[in-house]
């Protein structure tokens, strides 16, 4: 099955703090990948250079064939086809893309935010339909048919008209997360989803993104949740000190664990 995210000797650091140390990973398309791990280890940071939130300092990161913010030169691309990757300006020829460029890029990775995010002057409707006008240029009427069906999908069809100070917490992650959809984007990530709800909302989430995950959706997704990542997850990765400890299937990594420090951090959430 081809790579959907390919994330090849991935650093990045804030001041003199090195938050991803050299990260590979593959997903492949229509499979869940759920990032577990530590505060500080680095899973948010990642995500957010998925979509280019955050530059790298070195290496390089692909969805569906095309680099993320950045178009590579002639030598770069010799060195992939060759096989010995390399990454960074130092592989030779990463030209940062055009703001423009960039954020027509993000419309195909969507992302969910642990605290919603949603715009709180805006309806829930409006703030389903204000990306598709604004970066897609489709016309409303379409925006909006695509919102309601979506709207219904994550079980909120009669919310469209709130605005968000008037739904719980789980019903706002519920419109980010169709908020997201609109753009119809090639890849979902989730940055801790549920850790902002109170503990009785969290199951309405996750339920959502378990229908995702059942209709073939490609996502990677950072969670403490350690029930829905044996549940739903094709991979789980385990992350600490800026590092992939240890990743493989379910039942591999969460029960059968092969380092200490993926030991220790489970009999501690477990």
């Given amino acids: ?36 791990g530590p505060s500080g280890s680095g899973k948010s940071t990642l995500l957010r250079t998925i979509n280019h939130l955050e530059k790298v300092d070195r290496g390089w990161i692909s969805v569906d064939g095309a680099l993320v913010g950045y178009r590579k030169g002639e030598e770069f691309a010799a060195r992939r086809a ?10 030779g020829k990463l030209y940062e893309l055009r703001e423009r460029e960039i954020l027509k890029q993000r419309t195909g990775i969507g992302f969910v935010f642990q605290n919603f995010n949603l715009f709180p002057h805006l309806t829930v409707l409006e703030n389903l339909v204000e990306a598709p006008l604004a970066v897609q240029r489709r016309p409303r009427k379409e925006a909006e048919a695509t919102a309601r069906r979506l709207l219904t999908r994550v079980g909120l069809a009669e919310k469209a008209d709130a605005y968000p100070r008037q739904l719980s917490g789980g019903q706002q992650q519920r ?15 989730f940055d ?33 949740e350690i029930g829905f990542a044996r549940e739903v997850a094709d ?29 220790s951090f489970l009999s501690k959430v477990l």
């Fill in 82 to 91: 060759s096989g010995k990757g390399g990454g960074g300006r130092r592989a």
């Fill in 192 to 224: 801790e989803p549920t850790s902002a709800l109170d503990p009785e909302l969290v199951g309405e989430v996750l339920d959502v993104i378990k229908d995702l995950a059942h209709q073939g959706t490609t996502m990677i997704v950072v969670t403490h």
């Fill in 1 to 36: 099955m081809s790579a959907m995210v390919e994330i090849r000797s991935v650093h990045k650091s804030f001041g003199s703090v090195e938050v991803l140390r050299g990260i590979d990973l593959e997903v492949a398309a229509g499979r869940v990948t759920v990032v577990l």
């Fill in 235 to 263: 991979t789980v990765v385990f992350m600490d000190g800026g590092r992939i400890v240890e990743q493989g299937p379910p039942a591999q990594v969460l029960d059968h664990p092969r380092h200490e420090r993926t030991r």
């Fill in 175 to 189: 419109v980010a997360i169709a908020r997201a959809l609109a753009l119809e984007p090639k890849l979902l990530l």
